[in-house]
């Protein structure tokens, strides 16, 4: 082989290897990233492949969550303060609809039988219960739960649902069958979000106001704490891996993310998260993590291989749910 021949080949073959860097943040995302700015009610839609915000969508007071529709045709923008529901498209970001009359929808989530959608109202003090046809919502049933229900989790079986309590630092459960309250527990301070394992035997709890995870065992008639993991100040919200043994919990004071093997309940790996971490969501193949940094009022993208913040895009004020269809699987 001639040295221009040569010299060419290797050429050929680090470009190959630069691209092979620098593709996956683009490439693999073809989809807009949603971030809901809960202070400036709206939604800024990002462009992963430009990493620039395209635009920025009007909404009602403060939006804090979202969730995908189970014909994953709409993705639903709850307005805490506006009691609605703004339903957008999750491939164009066109606004389709919005639901009013929906008292303080602070977090929502579907039950996995695609039956109910139910709703977490943080300065009401209740739990909703709606009926989901597959388009309309009918309320079937408000539960009084004490003092600001904070986040939700349905176990696999769509027979329970899991609320913390942040207000009065407890977890409580509802019976979805008979929609009545089962128990209410104890938790450390200022309980967040709530993540079940596959097999519906443990909840994993993010303490705000404590340094890490507690573990409760609720395969019994009442939970017991089983373990605390040490992840870093301020645990609060949590993004499954998608391969059904890890999940990342952001840790909003320490500013880090941290990974967890739920089979072992171990930390098993820590990534730099700038600014106040709070919600995620991960890219298709695994490899980046999309956070709101609450007090920086970006999107910042974490490279889990490297270890390091590759990307930073400015959105609106106070940065929440962050969603995009072009993620690993939920659980």
Do not use: C
Not at 168 to 177: G, P, R, T
Not at 182 to 208: E, H, M, Y
């Amino acid at each position: 082989m001639t040295f221009p021949v040569r010299f060419a080949a290797r050429l050929a073959g680090v470009l190959a290897l630069l691209w092979a860097s620098l593709a996956p943040l683009g490439a693999l995302a073809v989809n807009p990233i949603f971030v809901m700015n809960s202070l400036e009610a709206s939604v800024s839609v990002v462009n992963p492949a430009s990493w620039k915000e395209t635009r920025r969508i009007p909404t009602g007071k403060e939006p804090h969550h979202l969730y995908l529709t189970p014909d994953e045709k709409s993705l639903i923008v709850a307005n805490a303060l506006s009691d609605s529901l703004m339903f957008l498209d999750p491939k164009t970001a066109a606004v389709q609809r919005t639901v009013r009359g929906i008292l303080d929808p602070y977090q929502l989530r579907f039950s996995p039988d695609m039956k109910w959608f139910v709703t977490a109202a943080n300065r009401l003090n209740h739990i909703d219960i709606y009926h989901w046809d597959g388009a309309n919502l009918t309320l079937a049933k408000r539960i009084a739960t004490g003092k600001t229900p904070s986040h939700l989790w349905i176990d696999s079986k769509s027979s329970t649902i899991y609320s913390t309590m942040q207000g009065s630092d407890e977890l409580v459960a509802i019976d979805l069958v008979s929609q009545t309250l089962k128990w209410r527990s104890k938790t450390g301070a200022l309980p967040a979000d709530v993540f079940g394992t596959p097999d519906d035997k443990f909840l994993l709890i993010g303490l705000t106001g404590g340094e890490g995870v507690e573990v409760y065992d609720v395969s019994g008639g009442e939970p017991r704490l089983v373990n605390t993991l040490k992840t870093g100040q301020g645990a609060h919200s949590f993004r499954s891996a998608g391969d059904k043994r890890h999940v990342f919990v952001s840790n909003r004071v320490a500013n880090t993310i941290s990974k967890i093997d739920y089979q072992t309940m171990t930390v098993v790996e820590r990534y730099p998260a700038p600014s106040g971490p709070d919600d995620m969501d991960l890219s298709a193949d695994g490899r980046y993590i999309y956070v709101a940094s609450r007090w920086a009022k970006k999107l910042s993208v974490i490279d889990t291989q490297s270890h390091q913040v590759v990307r930073q895009v400015k959105v609106g004020k106070s940065p929440h749910g962050v969603w995009t269809l072009d993620h690993v699987p939920r659980q």
